[in-house]
């Protein structure tokens, strides 16, 4: 059995499991539409042919086989779904539905034994999607990074030939005296060029400590969901992470110019590529993890800019979580899993009335069939309160949190992370309540808790801080707020860097106060600067720029 496309594969044993039959034939499909044989996919998936072969013939094949296999196979915009739906398929064949004995009558015994493992089938079935999709965005910043550390390369080779050319352009310039016109030109064209390359450059080189230090914490983000695996299944083997056209210039006076013109198009094009790909997954990881966002909401300036274009990646969402839906079995649990995620997917597209009633089901749901201690059921009362506020009821929404702040605590701790989540969720739910100052006093106490837990320069830290300052500021003390993000600028550029998204958002936070506090001028200023930046490091188009710049006209006029 070679695979090759076209040719009908070897049919299962009748006796297989219809669970195994199943992961087998989608294997089998992912290989056949791909066109490959396989000894063209063992070095991807690190087994002989011999091996895949097995595998593809109706043994269960490990996790890390799987995966491999279909990052192998599959096209990039499919390879997420294949991922989910092969690992859903592997997770039924490993554990099969359970039936009990005929003439058994240990029903009540039985019937507690499916509740559990059905619970635990969901767990799985969740934890394996955020998994998958951890290891996408992974694989995607290390990409990035190497692209960056191979442009960071480029560029210094770039700019040592720019230095020569100058010289030697120098030397001419002054040899030829008044007849210099032409290689003065080249001279003046050569230093912009050569400033160009600095400037892509020191983009290059901080794209590169960005894209790894996103890394790094999707690294420990991994390796948190694949010990929940290895905890629900101990014997889970689990799986590893697996052209610009030039400026239109005269060819004909300086062709050396022109390639080195369009060297640093390319450059560009890679760097904002890479920008846009740190920011999404920056953007994914605050919204989609149970965590304070990394990154501090610009909602005091405008209305978030990144709605628009989460409702244009509803479709490709959509697709996959239908497609999750439809291959479930119809176990309630697993049904349980999937609609809490769809409902967390329709609130992320712009919908959160309809997120805020789904959720508000399944915590009932959830309550009574996994408990009302369970994380899973906190998980679900977080998302409604989120969605409930987010619906336009933030009153509801903060007595939702203050009550969920007791229950995690008492359950979790007061010190774990969703505990001070809550909090966090609490005090701004306060805040839109109309009470600046209780929130002003809530976030107080927990920057106090937060530097304690998880160090006084971790990200939610820093934006602990951001939002206390916003709450001074709205609860009167205008001048406080200003001088509070003034500090905040200077420990989040050491922390995450000049260019980091948390960093600029602190900036224009201390430009609207500065306002505020009844100077005009310095937040015209600093807008300016602000601007400035933005654009270079994260491009004209990105939300936060825009933002700033409507900000400017406000302090213009």
Known sequence: MTGKPGRKWRDLPPTTAPEVRRLSEFLRARVDESGKTLNDLAPAVQNASSVISTYLGGKIPTQRFVTALIAATAPAGLREKHTVEALRLLEAALHPPRRPAA????SGSVSGATVNIAAVQAQHLETYAHLTRALEQHNELRQAAANSEKLVWVLYGMIGKLQERVTHLVEERDRLGEGSEATQRKLTRALGQKDRAN???ARARQKQREAEELASRLQAKIDHLTGELDRLRPDAQLPDPVGVPAEAVSASEDPEGDDIEAALARAGAVNDNDSHTVARITTELAENADVVPNNPATRPYGPNDEVGDQRETR???????????????????????????????????????????????????ST??????????????????????????????RDLFADLVTDRACVLGPDHPSTL????????RTGEAGDPREAHNLLADLIADSA??????HSSTLTTRYEHAHW???AGDRQKARDLLADLIADSTRALGPDHPGTLTTRHGHAHWTGEAGDRQKARDLLAGLIADSTRALGPDYPGTRTARRALTR???
């Not at 989540?421 to 701004?428: C, I």
Request: cysteine-free; proline content about 7%; overall charge negative.
């Open 103 to 106: 003439g058994s009558t240990q």
């Open 199 to 201: 400037s892509e450059l």
């Open 315 to 365: 479709g490709p969402l959509a697709d996959i979580v239908t497609a999750w839906g439809q291959g479930l079995s119809p176990n309630p649990a697993n049904r349980f899993a999937f609609q809490h995620e769809r409902a967390r997917m329709i609130g992320r597209a712009g919908e959160p009335q309809k997120a805020r009633d789904l959720l508000a089901d399944l915590v009932g749901d």
């Open 368 to 397: 009574r069939f996994l408990g009302p201690d369970h994380p899973s059921t906190l998980t679900m009362r977080h998302n409604h309160a989120r969605w409930t506020g987010e619906a336009g009821n933030p009153q509801t929404a």
């Open 421 to 428: 989540t809550t909090r966090y969720e609490h005090a701004q």
């Open 452 to 457: 304690r837990s998880l160090g006084p320069d």
């Open 472 to 474: 001074t500021g709205e």
């Open 555 to 557: 302090w213009e006029s």
